[in-house]
């Protein structure tokens, strides 16, 4: 399948409405598929959850050790639809990163987690899903060509086309996006197009498609009006019935839901300095609010009523620590407390049938070369709709193309003063190709690292696919460009008029713009900011620049300094663009026989300390570069991804 053909696929696996399977996967691919009938037989029942003893340190270099979450336990059974509510700053977030099992670096989890009595792993990815409090998503493409993407990526890779369609028509309809589903995503703030509350749902049925029997929220209605708001509860909660919704188990971080909203969950968990203040239904929260001399008022929402119990005050910070320390510790031996005790004893020795970690255990998700062509295809997509990227950057090239070549129109000839002229529109090919395209792509990994990693942490692809993703979409971008300029300035120029000459200068003009992209994606790679690697590869930069042997001869440089030309690709395509112009130039006509000419092309080749036997080396030694900066920038990648999860 070449880059069109995927462009077709996601874009044609839109257009499948009504009838997914007739118009999108073919009419033969519905019936009797592998994947329609495999993946619903293995959806995954709901799983019991369980953690004892649980604390969570934030461990930051250079800042002391805090203590975030402290010795919880508790447990949730199939089915259940739980809300774990608090002030701001209780733990609710840090407590259920940890119990998802994706707790970001430098935040250490102790104590015992459980699934079905199994000590948590990296198996959760698989289990549970994650909707976090900030959605990410690529801001170009559509509802629906996200879904596309995601479906394909996650699912087992037996599923069929029309399993896939029908799975992506079901969430669109269940979550309300099937009116904008051909919207781009858009980004808040900037080119904003869907809503809010869609970009919540459209993050909600993107978890949904691997109908993980465990779900963990963060704030899922936050920014939704009371209406979505409840229709999202809604449907977790259908979510959690039994046969219909398979009894899933759904932890969710809530902020002042209304009365209404809070009675749809069957569990609150209050959270309040780290440490559990309550576990059990509303009702029961209430009781024991009320037994500890804190009555909730006949017309106050209950949740407003236990968020502001727990909270600490501003002037009165002490006195409220400490009422909060003493109704978490009436809970810690309150019945409710033995209750769960006993209940987390029950999950961790109980016999349960083995559960089913989607997509692996039906033939595993998407294979890497997959991934990596969907991947690229993703990005693609993003390249050819952001029109800052595409757009302009051909047309800045096509104007400074025609503006050097007229500036050379007429003065390479060959002759003395037509030396310097050739010589100057060479490096005009060479570092009109060399600095914007490395400095154009410095932004790509500091920008997208928090997509990268949000998926990367869902197990959907590792940084391989990502970093390789990134070189594949930009690569037509990186043999189009280079060549309309090279067409254009070389002949409006008046360079050597040789079809061999110009066909390899193109190719060389074309490997220093893939050589210099392959230096920026590096610089990006290392560094965290755009500013951070500008500061390093500015004075890079001018090192290259000045040993590229049109500045200095290259002979003359002083030995401490004479070694970094051999790492300029400046100075290899110059030289090599140079040997095409001067090899076998007889005769260069001189004004004044008395003095100092250059009589031929080797005599150019030999002022300039250039060789001609050096051209394949020349474009070898490109080639090498080329390859090790993409190696270093994985490298760097790798270890940064590393470091951050
Ligand atoms: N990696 C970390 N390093 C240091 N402190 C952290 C880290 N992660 C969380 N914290 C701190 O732990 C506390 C609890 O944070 P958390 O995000 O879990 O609260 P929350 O209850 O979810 O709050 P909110 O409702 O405002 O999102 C906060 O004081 C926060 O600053």
């Known amino acids: ?72 336990s508790g447990a949730v059974r199939p089915g ?102 051909h919207t781009r995503i858009g980004t808040p703030g900037h080119d904003k197009v869907i809503s809010g509350g869609e970009r919540k749902r459209l993050a909600f049925a993107t978890e949904l498609l691997t109908e993980p029997p465990l779900l963990f929220c963060d704030e899922p209605t936050t920014g939704l009006d009371s209406y979505s708001a409840q229709q999202l509860v809604d449907l977790m909660q259908r979510m959690t019935e039994r046969p219909r919704g398979r009894g899933k188990t759904i932890l969710c971080t809530i902020h002042q839901p209304s009365s209404d909203l809070l009675a749809r969950f069957h569990r609150i968990m209050l959270v309040a300095d780290g440490r559990i203040a309550f576990i059990g239904t509303p009702e029961d929260a209430l009781l024991f609010f009320r037994e500890q001399g804190y009555v909730c008022p006949a017309s106050y929402n209950p949740a407003d009523f236990f968020i502001r119990t727990l909270a600490c005050m501003p002037g009165s910070e002490e006195a409220s620590k400490a009422a909060v320390r003493k109704i978490c510790d009436r809970f810690a031996v309150s019945d409710h407390a033995r209750k769960m005790e006993m209940e987390v004893m029950q999950t961790e020795s109980g016999t349960y049938p083995a559960f089913v970690v989607q997509p692996a255990a039906s033939g595993g998700a998407a294979m890497w070369p997959q991934k990596l062509w969907l991947l690229t295809g993703r990005a693609m997509l993003q390249v050819a709709r952001d029109p800052s990227i595409q757009g302009m ?39 009109e190709n060399t600095f914007s395209p490395m400095y154009s792509v410095l932004g790509v990994f500091p920008s997208e690292l928090p997509l990268y990693l949000r998926e990367h942490s869902a197990g959907l692809y590792g940084p391989g696919a990502f970093y390789m993703s990134k070189v594949l979409s930009m690569l037509p971008g990186l043999v189009v460009e280079p060549l309309i300029f090279a067409v254009l300035a070389y002949w409006l120029a008046g360079l050597r008029d040789d079809l061999y000459a110009f066909g390899m200068t193109a190719a060389i003009v074309i490997l220093t713009m893939n050589v210099s992209t392959a230096c920026g994606f590096f610089f990006s790679a290392a560094f965290e900011s755009v500013p951070t690697a500008m500061a390093y590869l500015v004075p890079f930069d001018y090192v290259l620049m000045i040993t590229s042997g049109v500045f200095v001869k290259l002979s003359t440089l002083p030995s401490y300094v004479s070694w970094t030309q051999y790492l300029s690709w400046l100075m290899y395509s110059n030289e090599a663009m140079s040997i095409l112009q001067w090899q076998g130039v007889g005769n260069i006509t001189c004004p004044d026989a008395t003095l100092p000419c250059l009589q031929d092309g080797d005599h150019v080749l030999d002022h300039y300390s250039f060789d001609a036997t050096h051209l394949s080396r020349n474009i070898i030694a490109m080639g090498a570069l080329y390859a090790l900066f993409h190696a270093l920038g994985l490298l760097c990648l790798w270890r940064r991804v590393r470091r951050l999860q």
């Open 393 to 431: 950057r051909l047309l800045q090239k096509l104007a400074i193309a025609v503006m050097a070549g007229l500036c050379f129109l007429g003065t390479v000839s060959v002759s003395q003063t037509g030396v310097m002229s050739v010589q100057g529109a060479l490096f005009i090919l060479v570092s």
């Open 80 to 181: 259940a639809l739980v809300a774990v509510m608090g002030a701001s700053g209780a733990g609710k977030s840090t407590l259920m990163t940890a119990l998802a099992h994706r707790s970001p670096a430098g935040v250490a989890v102790r104590g015992d987690i459980r699934v079905d009595g199994r000590p948590v792993g990296d198996f959760m990815r698989r289990l549970s899903g994650f909707l976090h409090q900030e959605d990410l998503f690529v801001a170009e493409l559509t509802v629906r060509e996200h879904l596309n993407f995601m479906a394909r990526m996650r699912l087992d890779r037996r599923t069929s086309c029309w399993e896939r369609q029908r799975k992506v028509q079901q969430l669109l309809r269940q979550l309300g996006l099937t009116a904008s589903q």
């Open 1 to 72: 399948m070449d880059t069109e053909h995927l462009f077709e696929h996601l874009v044609m696996e839109q257009d499948a409405d009504e009838d997914p399977a007739a118009s999108a996967c073919g009419t033969g691919s519905g019936s009797g598929s592998i994947g329609s009938s495999s993946v619903d037989s293995d959806t995954p029942r709901g799983v019991t959850l369980s953690w004892r003893d649980l604390t969570v340190f934030a461990t930051a270099r250079g800042a002391p050790c805090k203590r975030i979450i402290k010795h919880v």
